[in-house]
């Protein structure tokens, strides 16, 4: 019986030994393609939350539908759209003001501030995720003019920061630079997810997220779109089939029209720049007027307006996506028709251009690019159907204007050349290249003359740091004249209590290790975490010394004559603590003393020093002289300078 029991325990025991290793190695093969695992796991987790997002505005919308169409009467029915949308917007408003303030808005501006090297926490908080997307559901389902590409850029960088935490991603969630590259992927996978479009999506993030970009990390993107674009599809068990398909036949243009599609880059260059400019107004009045201080206010106007103006075209309520739709289509728009279809398409360019701009900066997640790309469009089809009646034989096809229109003013917009693979990859159809790439470029063009995109408008609105471009007048500047000199350092001879009363003083997250204070001789980096874990390590040892210190400081505050006191530092022995890293090998401390961190010359060239800050990512440099600390150089006196 003995010898069963002990067979059958050595079974066990083998089969737990095996799966073990199994574990061990899965854990072992993870960890070597953690990289690879990451942005899978990413793409997975973005195409996951984006169509959870998307079936909950569905359902919402079909409801609101559904109980608007009942045989009560038209303005019953006008009630309960009104009302049902005023309260799902102050849900949006009340999920951004009860549980994190910093989920309002687009999303992209925040994530520009980011991946410029700042990491700001509260933006990509878990509490700030749960905020944006039941705010971002709400004010969609609401039929607000407002889109939800931004906070899906949003979402997927805050879903990477928080994949990151986890434990089996610890290269990644150690090594800043790699962080920066998985948020960037990240923003990468929030636009495609949106349109299903990875191509357009990386390159989208690209021209509004970054001042530069290292084509190393570009596969990163890619690959993490791809992932999110895929299993969106799968998933949602939808057909990989373009969002808006088109069907257009041949060549729908004549070459004379070339001519044309210049003069709608044109208008759409000034139309975006009058956009922008109207944008930046409305963010104006909200700080000028008390009526704009209560953010429940502000919501309930916008709500307001926008279901009055609305329910009575019919084709409105329908959604975003039923719109574009219409518009994209080759056939007539025979729901547009009732009462007249150029009346109906022109109130709807007024209003959305109106609704559009006073929605953006709202204090809930509000995305700005489906509405822009909707109203391009639909200016481009009501120019079309113009260009149809006055020349009815020049076979002009009205649906290829609204695809024109819509890159067109999206550009102008957000200046991104990537409206127009966006658009390609959502139509499925490359019938409108060369119209839509010069309109494109020229849109963009007239923009630039005249303001900043959108995106960076807000930006500056909301105050979020970034680093701008390098003024030309700063050309000759160099490090020193913004280098601060106040700088607090960590010397190699220094005793438990010099230190303690250092990192109590200070806040600074990483401290400069020297020789001695009057040489200043550089020897590297050491990070506010590591010297406190010094500390208690050693307080751990010699619990000894905090009683004499104690003892030591009350003899010295009881004491009436200064010349009897005595301090700390003279009744404890002269202890070495920091000797050690210099003289030993530093990778014990697992990369908290860094013995060559950044370091720039006090004549190096500004623009040089704004060019590696703005790549890197850089927080800091210290400002060093044939191996002498002069001081440091910090982004925030980048920023303040404004360069």
């Known amino acids: 019986m003995e010898s069963h029991l002990d067979t059958l325990y050595q079974t066990k025991q083998e089969l737990f030994n095996r799966n073990r290793g199994y574990g061990e190695r899965l854990i072992r093969i993870v960890k070597m393609n953690e990289l690879w695992f990451f942005l899978v796991v990413l793409g997975i987790a973005s195409a996951l939350v984006a169509l959870s997002c998307d079936h909950a505005m569905s359902w919402i919308l079909e409801a609101r539908l559904k109980y608007t169409s009942f045989d009560i009467g038209f303005v ?136 530069y970009y290292l084509i190393g990390n570009l596969w990163k993107a890619f ?52 956009f922008v400019k109207f944008v930046k107004l409305m963010c104006h009045l909200r700080k000028s007027y008390k009526l704009f201080e209560n953010p429940y206010q502000q919501v309930i106007i916008v709500a307001l307006i926008t279901c009055l103006f609305s329910f009575p075209l019919e084709p409105w309520r329908k959604g975003q996506t039923s719109i574009i739709n219409d518009l ?36 809930l997640p509000c995305g700005l690019y489906a509405p822009v790309f909707m109203l391009g469009a639909a200016t481009g089809r009501l120019i079309g159907e113009v260009m149809a009646v006055i020349l009815p034989t020049s076979g002009i096809v009205p649906a290829g204007y609204a695809v024109i229109g819509a890159a067109a003013f999206s550009a102008g917009v957000t200046r991104t050349i990537a409206s127009a693979i966006i658009v390609f990859e959502v139509t499925g159809q490359l019938t409108h290249l060369l119209p839509v790439l010069l309109s494109v470029l020229i849109a963009s063009s007239i923009g630039n003359f005249f303001t900043l995109s959108v995106y960076d408008e807000l930006l500056k609105e909301k105050g979020l740091p970034f680093m701008p471009p390098v003024r030309r007048s700063a050309s000759d500047s160099t490090t020193a004249s913004l280098m601060g000199t106040d700088i607090h350092v960590v010397a190699k001879r220094m005793t438990y209590s010099n230190l303690k009363q250092l990192i109590c003083d200070n806040l600074d997250v990483f401290f400069p290790l020297v020789e001695d204070t009057e040489t200043m001789n550089f020897l590297g980096q050491l990070s506010r975490e590591y010297l406190q874990r010094l500390l208690y390590e050693y307080e751990q040892d010699f619990p000894s010394v905090l009683s004499q210190e104690e003892d030591s400081t009350s003899a010295s505050s009881s004491s009436s ?64 002289r044939r191996g002498k600390l002069l001081g440091v150089l910090t982004k925030k006196a980048l920023l303040t300078d404004n360069l």
């Not at 434990?167 to 636009?191: D, E, N, S």
């Not at 799968?234 to 070339?258: C, D, H, R, W, Y």
């Not at 044109?266 to 975006?272: R, W």
């Open 223 to 274: 690959f993490c779109a791809t992932s999110a674009a895929i299993f969106g599809k799968v998933i949602g068990n939808m057909e990989f089939s373009a969002l808006f398909s088109t069907k257009f036949q041949g060549v729908p243009f004549a070459n004379s029209e070339l001519i044309m599609f210049c003069f709608l880059g044109i208008f759409f260059g000034l139309a975006s720049a009058l």
């Open 328 to 363: 994209f289509a080759t056939s007539k728009m025979t729901t547009w028709d009732s009462p007249n279809l150029f009346f109906n398409l022109t109130a709807f360019v007024v209003m959305q251009f109106f609704l559009t701009g006073i929605s953006a900066g709202l204090p």
């Open 561 to 624: 004559s200064s010349s009897d006191a005595r301090t700390a530092d003279e009744d404890l022995p002269e202890i070495q603590i920091l000797q050690h890293l210099t003289e030993s090998d530093n990778t014990s401390t697992g990369g908290d003393y860094d013995p060559c961190p950044f370091m720039v010359d006090p004549a190096s060239p500004l623009g040089k020093v704004h060019f590696m800050f703005a790549v890197l990512g850089l927080s800091h440099a210290w400002v060093v």
């Open 76 to 211: 019953p029915n006008y009630i309960i759209w009104t009302l049902s949308g005023v309260f799902l917007t102050l849900v949006s408003a009340a999920c951004v003001r009860e549980i994190s303030p910093h989920a309002a808005g687009a999303g992209v501006p925040e994530m520009k501030s980011v991946l410029s090297g700042l990491i700001l926490h509260h933006y990509l908080s878990f509490h700030c995720l749960i905020s944006k997307i039941i705010g971002i559901v709400c004010a969609q389902s609401a039929g607000l003019s407002v889109g939800k590409q931004g906070p899906y850029v949003h979402i997927s960088a805050m879903v990477a920061y928080q994949l990151a935490k986890l434990p089996i991603f610890g290269t990644i969630r150690k090594h800043p630079g790699l962080k920066i590259q998985m948020l960037a992927a990240g923003c990468a996978a929030g636009v495609a997810v949106t349109f299903g479009a990875p191509v357009g999506g990386v390159l989208f993030s690209l021209e509004t997220t970054s001042t």
